[in-house]
Antibody
C-alpha cells in the first residue's frame, strides 16, 4: 500500500524549532518529487516547500524562506521539514504529499499523509 | 503569486442534485488546475488534474472543465459521501496556490 506518515509535530514556543518527518512506503520514494503543505483548520491548504527527487532542486514559500529547510533521505524513504524561528502564524496541520507527473505533462499531489499538528504558542 | 478564487464558499444541496463549483485564477494558468476533496478531519484527496482529467478511482460523476482563468468542478448526481470541502489548486507557476474552498453541505 502506498502510504505517507508524518510525525514530529507538537507544541513549541515562539522562536523555537521543530523537525517534521514523513515516512514513505509502498512506492519508489527516490523517483518522486515531494511537497510539504500546511493547513489551518477551516482554511484552505497552503503550499510550504518542495524538493525534487534527489534533493538538488528545492523551493520555498516566501513566508518560510530562511526559516524552514526541506530535505530527504532516499535510502530511508524519508522526507523532512526543519522549522526554525517558529512563529504563532506557523500553527497548522502539516502534510507531506507526493507529486505525480502525468505523461501528458500535468502535475498533482496524488498521495497525502494524514498530517501532523504544529502549535506555536507561549 | 497567482490568486485562486472559488465560488460559492458554501452550498447546500440534496442527494441526487447536480452541483457546480467555480474557480477563477488571477491570471491565465492554461490547464494547470487541480481539484481536491477534503472530508472533515482528513487529508485532501485528488479528484481532477489538468483541469479535466479524472484521478484514478474517482467516480465518473465528477468532472472538470475550463482553461485560462475560469474552471468548473461538476458533480452530476451528489452522493452522501460527496459532502465535503473542495479546493482548486494551480501548478502553472511557483508558488503553488490553492483556492479558499467550497463546502458542500446537506440540505
Amino acid at each position: 500500500e502506498v502510504q505517507l506518515v508524518e510525525s514530529g509535530g507538537g507544541l513549541v514556543q515562539p522562536g523555537g524549532s521543530l523537525r517534521l518527518s514523513c515516512t514513505a512506503s509502498g512506492f519508489s520514494f527516490r523517483s518522486y518529487w515531494m511537497h510539504w503543505v500546511r493547513q489551518v483548520p477551516g482554511k484552505g491548504p497552503v503550499w510550504v516547500s518542495r524538493t525534487n527527487s534527489d534533493g538538488s532542486g528545492i523551493t520555498y514559500a516566501d513566508s518560510v524562506k530562511g526559516r524552514f529547510s526541506i530535505s530527504r533521505d532516499n535510502a530511508q524513504s524519508m522526507l523532512y521539514l526543519h522549522m526554525n524561528s517558529l512563529r504563532v502564524e506557523d500553527t497548522a496541520v502539516y502534510y507531506c504529499a507526493r507529486y505525480y507527473f502525468d505523461t501528458a505533462g500535468f502535475y498533482y499531489m496524488d498521495v497525502w499523509g494524514r498530517g501532523t499538528t504544529v502549535t506555536v504558542s507561549s | 503569486d497567482i490568486q485562486m478564487t472559488q465560488s460559492p464558499s458554501s452550498l447546500s444541496a440534496s442527494v441526487g442534485d447536480r452541483v457546480s463549483i467555480s474557480c477563477r485564477a488571477s491570471q491565465s494558468i492554461s490547464s494547470d488546475l487541480n481539484w481536491y476533496q477534503q472530508r472533515a478531519g482528513k487529508a485532501p484527496k485528488p479528484l481532477i488534474y489538468g483541469a479535466s482529467r479524472l484521478h484514478s478511482g474517482v467516480p465518473s460523476r465528477f468532472s472538470g472543465s475550463g482553461s485560462g482563468t475560469d474552471f468548473t468542478l461538476t458533480i452530476s448526481s451528489l452522493q452522501p459521501e460527496d459532502f465535503a470541502t473542495y479546493y482548486c489548486q494551480q501548478h502553472y507557476t511557483s508558488p503553488l496556490t490553492f483556492g479558499g474552498g467550497t463546502k458542500v453541505e446537506i440540505k
